[in-house]
Structures are given as structure tokens and as C-alpha cells.
């Protein structure tokens, strides 16, 4: 009889230790993806930013040749519009 209670306690113990585990994974699978989605965002700020930067600012303030993507055809959010 002890040796049921002891393999159900055993069982649940892994039970515990497996419920554990897949909610770590879970987690960090949520993490990994929340740290994806802000990456896309601030490269895509990043990439909005810069476009502003170069059809608003000089050549001499940018330290390169301002309006480059109008005049190479680069299709960027400034060049093709919201």
C-alpha cells in the first residue's frame, strides 16, 4: 500500500515539475516574440525617422547627401506616402 502512495506522490511530483517547465517555455516563447515585435517597430521608426531626416534636413546638417532615396527611386514611407 506505501508503495502506491509513494509512486503517486512521485507521479505528481513530476506532474509538478513538468506543468513548471512548460509554463517557462510558454513564457519565454511570449518573450522572445513581445522582443520580435518591438524590434520590427523600432526598425520601422528608425526607417521613418531617417526618411524625414533626409527630405527635410540639408546635406551639410545630415553629414551625406540629403534627398538620396527621392533620387535613387528608393521607395520609402516619405517617397510613396501613408
Known amino acids: 500500500m506505501s508503495s502506491l502512495f509513494t509512486g503517486a506522490?512521485?507521479?505528481?511530483y513530476w506532474r509538478q515539475q513538468l506543468w513548471l517547465v512548460q509554463c517557462v517555455e510558454e513564457e519565454a516563447t511570449n518573450k522572445v516574440e513581445k522582443l520580435r515585435k518591438y524590434g520590427r517597430r523600432v526598425g520601422l521608426l528608425f526607417q521613418v525617422d531617417d526618411g524625414i531626416l533626409d527630405v527635410t534636413l540639408s546635406s551639410e546638417d545630415l553629414?551625406?547627401?540629403?534627398?538620396?532615396?527621392?533620387?535613387?527611386?528608393n521607395h520609402t514611407f516619405q517617397s510613396n506616402g501613408p
Open 9 to 12: 506522490r512521485l507521479e505528481h
Open 63 to 73: 553629414g551625406g547627401t540629403a534627398c538620396k532615396d527621392l533620387e535613387s527611386d
